[in-house]
């Protein structure tokens, strides 16, 4: 069984529904950003905010995630994975 390939293969399609999913939640912050900017009650505002941050926090976690991707891909190539 060849773990590597497989481990890549499944690497590459997770770095694709990344992209898919980054452009679909990024489309939603923008709604969510805009419910904001066009909302007066402060309250509310802020209960946007927090959730805009969790969009931010969901964004960054994928980053890391792409990272590590990245990063087994290059383990792979060295015969190396930590």
Do not use: C, P, W
């Amino acid at each position: 069984m060849d773990r590597k390939g497989e481990a890549l293969k499944l690497s590459k399609d997770v770095e694709r529904r990344i992209l898919e999913f980054g452009t679909e939640l990024d489309e939603y912050y923008r709604r969510f950003r805009e419910l904001r900017v066009l909302t007066d009650e402060l309250s509310f505002q802020g209960a946007l905010i927090n959730v805009e941050h969790a969009f931010f926090m969901v964004v960054q976690s994928l980053n890391i995630l792409k990272e590590q991707l990245k990063l087994l891909e290059v383990a792979s190539k060295k015969g190396e994975i930590y």
